[in-house]
């Protein structure tokens, strides 16, 4: 069954060339221009991509991510005219997995949108294979924190944490290193793949999420510490 893509950008030159290149490589998709339309389409879709444009009318890019977080998990590759590095971050901290900035090539869009499927795919297949209570080594613990590797799960003081896959995904890269000072670039290669298209920034954005979540003090860590000059080092 083909998978199906939420195109919501207000441009209509754009949107119709988004659908026509998307459509030929056999996607299902669906266009809209407004904002509040694309959070209905959104959950009457439940698509397995959203391509979603930042300046619109009725609600922002940011607002409908930040809306579409609480409810969804759908990757979301964001559109903008602008190239504000501050529109990047923001972008991929309400949500955002990529981000564009147009003019675009098609073909490099097409590129992101596989990629982000095919991650999306990799994601449920895992979720698909878990198995029930996990065998002693399969969980890593240091002080109050475990991570139960086969239920897929961070534990702090005993209650699960809410968190995205990429936090998780990311915590288990480095508590697998422990002590080890790894790079922002060495981190963005084994966490998000070679097939990644953003920035180093990226790692950056998830270990401020994640100091948030497991640090006693985020302004203070003692858990993920930054190596200065270098990248990251977790201490457990």
């Known amino acids: 069954m ?19 290149n998307l459509k030929k490589e056999g996607y299902t998709v669906e266009a809209t221009g407004d904002g509040r339309f694309a959070l209905e389409a959104a959950r009457r ?11 619109l009318p009725g609600l922002d890019g940011f607002e409908i991510t930040r809306i579409l977080r609480r409810e969804m998990t759908t990757p979301v590759l964001m559109l903008t005219a602008r190239d504000d590095e501050i529109d990047r971050v923001v972008g ?16 490099e869009l097409v590129a992101r949108v596989k990629a982000q499927l095919r991650r ?3 994601m449920r297949e895992e979720l698909g294979t878990q198995a029930l209570p996990a ?10 924190l475990n991570l139960n590797l086969t239920r897929r799960e961070i534990v702090l003081d005993g209650e699960p944490l809410a968190v995205k896959p990429k936090e998780y995904e990311l915590l288990v890269y480095l508590a697998r290193h422990r002590g080890q000072m790894l790079s922002r670039e060495q981190i963005l290669q084994s966490v998000w793949g070679w097939d990644y298209f953003g920035d180093s920034r990226t ?4 270990v401020r999420w994640l100091r948030q979540k497991i640090e006693a003090d985020p302004a203070k860590p003692a858990r993920i510490v930054t190596v200065r000059g270098g990248g990251y080092r977790f201490e457990g």
């Open 45 to 55: 879709l439940k698509p397995d991509l959203i391509v979603l444009d930042l300046m």
């Open 135 to 144: 065998p002693e080594a399969d969980i890593l613990t240091f002080g109050n």
């Open 92 to 107: 991929l901290e309400v949500g955002a997995d990529d981000y564009m900035t147009k003019p675009f090539s098609m073909r």
């Open 2 to 20: 083909p998978e199906t893509i939420l195109v919501v950008e207000d441009e209509i030159s754009l949107q119709e060339t988004l659908v026509y």
């Open 203 to 206: 790692v950056d954005v998830h």
């Open 120 to 122: 999306a795919r990799l």
